[in-house]
């Protein structure tokens, strides 16, 4: 039967490791419908396994990979980050790991910090987080607390497929709304029509702002870059409703991937005008960790004869590294190609009339769901 077998992991990683190369890309058949090509070990573990056939049964005979979800005992909801190039300091993650697959996804690296790998597993083994609604209640209710627009979905996607069985980030959008705690969600899923009833209340009173990530208008690289999300026309037709609701939408162009899909930036921004959004952004695809290696290959899979000249472009991009993770470079890049992008969104948001004004959002309502706990007079 197959096996896999425990090898002492190298002190790092090579500096372009081949898909394939240390025996951990899985069967096609296996990862039907998924976005990565392998389930290497993470960066924190001591050993990398790989499977082998012995003889007995063959690798293809292994079952494929289904989704499984598992509780994550959190007991904090609201995550802090002290970063000075992104724009909020507080977020909401209702889940770990991401079932749309998207295979340049930058939040792969953290499933390494659950002992699983951010290839396969980060797709397939998920955590979600039940009592986030009753946590975030908890939390809005401290005497500390200082209202703020929180993110939602800054690392995983809160519609991705499961969220329509355990609905926790509806669950929490009610918290929020009940609290008058404003919000900022991002997603590439049309599942945040479901709850448009919400959003259109909450929007009504400046305590919402929606973000739909729109990375190519091609069907079928689509599909093989983020197979789980919803389809360009779907995303497409979301910010046409939302935007029709009253919603404060915008778009994001991202990742943009040099000789992959940075041509239809242009178009892309012209279809979402067309769908009413009027705000817009972009950021430059990122390879933090394994990512890296990861993003190779599915390279070698699928676009064979561009596997070099894209990550050469990459490096023009960051300095003549894979990844430049510092602050103020790392949405955007460095140098004359990443100029040259950055340029080209501008003069296409020129064109178009987007970004004239911005969406801002109002802590003004604001108040505890908890009432605070009242002590009792001793006399």
Same mark, same amino acid.
């Given at each position: 039967?197959?096996?896999?077998?425990?090898?002492?992991?190298?002190?790092?990683?090579?500096?372009?490791?081949?898909?394939?190369?240390?025996?951990?890309?899985?069967?096609?058949?296996?990862?039907?419908?998924?976005?990565?090509?392998? !389930?290497?070990?993470?960066?924190?573990?001591?050993?990398?396994?790989?499977?082998?056939?012995?003889?007995? $049964?063959?690798?293809?005979?292994?079952?494929?990979?289904?989704?499984?979800?598992?509780?994550?005992?959190?007991?904090?909801?609201?995550?802090?980050?002290?970063?000075?190039?992104?724009?909020?300091? $507080?977020?909401?993650?209702? +889940? &770990?790991?991401?079932? @749309?697959?998207?295979?340049?996804? +930058?939040?792969?690296?953290? @499933?390494?910090?659950?002992?699983?790998?951010?290839?396969?597993?980060?797709?397939?083994?998920?955590?979600?987080?039940?009592?986030?609604?009753?946590?975030?209640?908890?939390?809005?209710?401290?005497?500390?607390?200082?209202?703020?627009?929180?993110?939602?979905?800054?690392?995983?996607?809160? +519609?991705?497929?499961?969220?329509? =069985?355990?609905?926790?980030?509806?669950?929490?959008?009610?918290?929020?709304?009940?609290?008058? !705690?404003?919000?900022?969600?991002?997603?590439?899923?049309?599942?945040?029509?479901?709850?448009?009833?919400?959003?259109?209340?909450?929007?009504?009173?400046?305590?919402?702002?929606?973000?739909?990530?729109?990375?190519?208008?091609?069907?079928?690289?689509?599909?093989?870059?983020?197979?789980?999300?919803?389809?360009?026309?779907?995303?497409?037709?979301?910010? &046409? $409703?939302?935007?029709?609701?009253?919603?404060?939408?915008?778009?994001?162009?991202?990742?943009?991937?040099?000789?992959?899909?940075?041509?239809?930036?242009?178009?892309?921004?012209?279809?979402?005008?067309?769908?009413?959004?009027?705000?817009?952004? +972009?950021?430059?695809?990122?390879?933090? @960790?394994?990512?890296?290696?990861?993003?190779?290959?599915?390279?070698?899979?699928?676009?064979?004869? =561009?596997?070099?000249?894209?990550?050469?472009?990459?490096?023009?991009?960051?300095?003549?590294?894979?990844?430049?993770?510092?602050?103020?470079?790392?949405?955007?890049?460095?140098?004359?190609?990443?100029?040259?992008?950055?340029?080209?969104?501008?003069?296409?948001?020129?064109?178009?009339?987007?970004?004239?004004?911005?969406?801002?959002?109002?802590?003004? @309502?604001?108040?505890?769901?908890?009432?605070?706990? $009242?002590?009792?007079?001793?006399?």
């Amino acid at each position: 039967m197959s096996r896999s077998s425990a090898l002492r992991r190298p002190p790092a990683p090579l500096p372009s490791t081949p898909a394939g190369e240390l025996g951990s890309a899985v069967d096609r058949g296996r990862r039907r419908g998924r976005g990565t090509v392998s !389930n290497a070990s993470g960066r924190f573990e001591p050993l990398a396994r790989v499977g082998f056939d012995d003889g007995w $049964q063959g690798l293809e005979e292994l079952p494929a990979f289904k989704t499984t979800v598992t509780v994550d005992s959190t007991r904090k909801i609201i995550a802090r980050n002290d970063s000075p190039d992104i724009s909020f300091d $507080q977020s909401i993650n209702p +889940y &770990r790991g991401c079932e @749309h697959g998207c295979v340049y996804c +930058y939040a792969r690296p953290s @499933h390494a910090y659950l002992g699983f790998s951010p290839g396969l597993d980060f797709e397939s083994k998920l955590l979600m987080k039940p009592h986030a609604p009753e946590l975030l209640e908890r939390e809005l209710s401290a005497p500390n607390y200082v209202p703020k627009i929180i993110a939602l979905g800054s690392n995983t996607d809160p +519609y991705q497929p499961i969220e329509r =069985r355990y609905q926790i980030t509806r669950r929490i959008l009610e918290v929020l709304e009940r609290a008058g !705690n404003p919000v900022g969600i991002v997603t590439k899923s049309a599942l945040v029509l479901r709850d448009l009833d919400i959003l259109t209340r909450m929007a009504k009173r400046d305590l919402v702002k929606v973000a739909i990530s729109v990375t190519t208008l091609d069907a079928k690289l689509a599909r093989v870059m983020e197979p789980r999300a919803s389809t360009p026309p779907r995303r497409l037709d979301a910010l &046409r $409703q939302l935007v029709k609701a009253g919603v404060p939408t915008s778009t994001l162009v991202a990742p943009v991937i040099p000789a992959i899909n940075d041509a239809e930036l242009e178009r892309i921004l012209e279809a979402v005008a067309e769908a009413g959004v009027r705000n817009a952004g +972009y950021v430059l695809l990122r390879l933090p @960790h394994e990512l890296r290696d990861l993003f190779r290959e599915w390279l070698t899979e699928n676009f064979p004869d =561009r596997v070099e000249h894209v990550f050469k472009l990459i490096r023009d991009t960051r300095g003549g590294k894979d990844n430049d993770s510092t602050f103020g470079k790392r949405m955007t890049g460095s140098g004359p190609i990443a100029w040259m992008i950055g340029r080209r969104f501008e003069v296409a948001c020129e064109r178009l009339g987007f970004n004239l004004t911005s969406v801002k959002t109002s802590t003004e @309502h604001f108040r505890p769901p908890r009432p605070a706990a $009242q002590q009792l007079d001793l006399f």
